[in-house]
C-alpha cells in the first residue's frame, strides 16, 4: 500500500467531514469554540470508519505487491549464491522440512512424497531427499531444453524435480516426456516462505536502494491528482455554502499541494 496515497484520501476525508459538520454546526448558531471541537470529534470518527474500509479493502492487494518484490528479492539473491552457497541452502531447507516431517505428517510442497532417508548432497546443484533428486538451477536466463536433456542423462535411481525460476515452454514440455518435475519460482518461493526459510539478507539489495525507493514512494507524481480533485471540489463547494473562506482556504492549500507534488515529486517505477 502506498502510504502518501493512505494518508491522503485521510487527510481529504477529515478535511471534508470536518468542514461539513462545522459549516452544520454554525448554521445551528453552536459556539466556535464548541463547533470546531465537535466538527474535529466527528471528523476522526469518519476518517477512523475510512481508514478501516480502507485497509480491509488494500490489505489483499498489498499482500500480493509485497509478495511479488519478496519473490523477485529471493530470485536475484538465488542466482547470485555460488553452486555451493545455492546447494547448502536448500540442503538445509530440505534437512529442517524433513525434521519436522513427522509432527505435520507432510513433506515440503516441492517434493510431495514422504521422506525415508535424511537429505543429501550428491554434488553441487543436486540433492537427494527421500525418492527425490533434486536438480537446482537458478539463473537470470530460463532454463532450456538442452539443459533439460543434460539433466536427463544423469543417471539415478530417483524421481527427478528440477528446481529453478523460469523455465522455456519448449523445455517444459521436454521435462513432460522425460517425465521430469518441475518446480519454477512461484511453488519454490511460496515453499520456502510457509517454512520461514527465507533469507534474512539478500543479494544485490542495498539499504540506499531501500530508502530511495521508500522515497518515491512517498513523494510519487500520481499523488498529485488526488489532492488536485480534493482542492477542486473544495473550491466547487465554496460557492455553495456561507462560510465562503473555510472552503477557499483550505481548497488553496490541497491545490498548491498538488503542484508541487507534481512539480517535485518522482515517477514511480517497480522495484
Known sequence: MKKLAFISDLIF?????FLFTLCFFRFLRVGLFIAILLSAVCGALTTCAVATLLHARR????????DAETKEKLLTHLALLSDEQLTDYFLEYFQTETQNA????????MENTKTQNAPCRRENLQLVVGDNCFFLHFRFAPVTADEVARFFRVQTPQAK???CAAIEPQAKALCEKLKIGVRTSDEVYSALKKAEFLPQAYLGVGEKRKRKFKCKLWFAKTNARRFLTSAAMLLLLS???????YYLIFGVILLL????????GYEPTAQ
Open 59 to 66: 490489505k489483499k492487494f498489498f499482500l500480493k505487491k509485497s
Open 257 to 264: 499541494t498538488a503542484v508541487l507534488v507534481r512539480i517535485f
Open 102 to 109: 513427522p509432527t505435520n505428517n507432510a513433506c515440503t510442497e
Open 161 to 163: 524435480i528440477l528446481l
Open 239 to 245: 460557492f455553495l455554502t456561507p462560510f465562503f473562506y
Open 13 to 17: 476525508t477529515f478535511c471534508v467531514s
